[in-house]
Nanobody
Framework: VQLQASGGGLVQTGGSLRLSCAAS????????MAWFRQAPGKEREIVAV????????YYADSVKGRFTISRDNARNTVYLQMNSSKPEDTAVYYC?????????????????WGQGTQVTVSS
């Protein structure tokens, strides 16, 4: 199964961006999906998680109230809507999938990874 992330780019502080992650197979619809990010010189961190049904979500404190994770199982796609962007949101963003439930937070719990998309927020 392949995950293809897209939608990254340059945005000004306070601006919005929507990331997409498309899966190559319909088994995606049974996975919990997450977005992680890695800023220069920092470890990769979890940003948001969504359950297979979309009913349950989790957000890191740093993005809560600004980012929204959603999914469209008919399109095998998960999204990350980024609003009120800050310079500290600058990072490479990765989508990841797991057969575990939506409470999975650690990288080793995710067996499927996209290639990453660069997001740069200018101050």
């Amino acid at each position: 199964v392949q995950l293809q992330a897209s939608g990254g780019g340059l945005v000004q502080t306070g601006g919005s961006l929507r990331l997409s992650c498309a899966a190559s197979e319909r088994t995606f619809s049974s996975w919990s999906m997450a977005w992680f990010r890695q800023a220069p010189g920092k470890e990769r961190e979890i940003v948001a998680v969504i359950s297979w049904s979309g009913r349950f979500t989790y957000y890191a404190d740093s993005v809560k109230g600004r980012f929204t994770i959603s999914r469209d199982n008919a399109r095998n796609t998960v999204y990350l809507q980024m609003n009120s962007s800050k310079p500290e949101d600058t990072a490479v963003y990765y989508c990841a999938g797991t057969t575990r439930d939506w409470r999975a937070r650690a990288e080793p719990e995710y067996g499927y990874w996209g290639q990453g998309t660069q997001v740069t927020v200018s101050s």
